[in-house]
């Protein structure tokens, strides 16, 4: 059997074990009183910053830690102190590194969960070696610090491979791809009298998804796919002026698509909407006609 096949017959192996289940309860546990805020979700989302918030962060811990052996291996003994230090920054930037993180595991689930969940326990024993690297280091047993260093950077490594087959193979917190009508016309969308106040209804536009809600006279129209992961918005719920996905609890505001709370970073493609002869027709707001597409921005 070839490396890639083990890597492989491992990662299903985790994907169907259900005693790491126990494990995410545990970190349900923890990311529940996080996350309740909707400020603290989607800044720990990093909805503010329309990109995901954990992927960035964890260039600082492993930056640091990587620096620390390399003067481990290169810097002699005077770089002792350094390299200390370096264990140390990257030990409290784990910390808000590992905050995102658990955000983003909130909304995973099933073996997607499950490998999440192994990724956070890899990566917190990383962190674990990492504070009894620092902890020798300050009491002067350095060829134990540096021992502790290296066995924290193999687990860091396989928590990052972990990582990346949870994002690139299984697509978690990938945004998906909204298909937004051709811009410029009017499409009819639906009879003004089947739309029922404060519920959401799907409609089919020219093969593209839309979410249709009426507010007295007023309709409002969305992506019917959820930026964050294809969640379906025409089953979520409406409260104000927001519309819920049923999936993950990203809330877009119905008037533009924009993002009240996280998980989700890109906001939804919203439509123009008239009545005309009794239909509701959509169409693409000017501001994307003019090329700016409020799906990636």
């Not at 719920?237 to 877009?252: D, Y």
Request: proline share 4%.
């Amino acid at each position: 059997m070839s490396v890639t096949d083990s890597l492989r017959e491992t990662l299903h192996r985790i994907e169907n074990t259900p005693a790491l289940d126990s494990a995410g309860k545990a970190l349900q546990a923890a990311a529940g009183p996080l996350t309740r805020s909707d400020t603290t979700k989607s800044a720990l989302s990093g909805t503010w910053l329309g990109h995901r918030l954990h992927p960035l962060l964890t260039d600082v811990p492993i930056g640091a830690w990587a620096s620390a052996a390399f003067l481990d291996v290169f810097g002699g003994r005077h770089s002792s102190k350094a390299a200390r230090r370096l264990v140390g920054i990257g030990i409290l930037a784990a910390l808000p590194t590992a905050a995102a993180g658990l955000s983003d595991w909130e909304d995973t689930y099933g073996g997607e969960q499950r490998i999440a969940t192994t990724h956070a326990l890899v990566n917190a024993t990383g962190l674990t070696l990492q504070l009894l690297s620092w902890r020798a280091r300050g009491k002067g047993h350095g060829l134990r610090g540096r021992m502790f260093s290296a066995l924290a950077l193999g687990a860091v490594v396989a928590g990052g491979y972990l990582g990346g087959h949870l994002v690139y193979n299984m697509r978690a917190g990938v945004d998906v791809e909204q298909g937004p009508l051709d811009p410029g016309d009017w499409h009819d969308a639906v009879a003004m009298d089947e739309l029922v106040d404060d519920h959401p209804h799907t409609a089919t536009v020219d093969g593209a998804s839309v979410v249709l809600v009426r507010r007295g006279t007023n309709v409002y129209a969305l992506s019917a796919t959820c930026s964050h992961a294809g969640g379906p918005l025409g089953e979520g719920k409406v409260e104000g002026n927001v519309i819920q996905c049923p999936w993950h609890g990203s809330r877009f505001r119905l008037g533009d698509g924009s993002i009240a709370r996280g998980p989700a970073v890109t906001p939804q493609c919203a439509y123009e909407t008239r009545v005309t002869d009794g239909k509701v027709q959509v169409r693409l707001r000017a501001r994307e006609e003019r090329g700016v597409d409020l799906t990636v921005v």
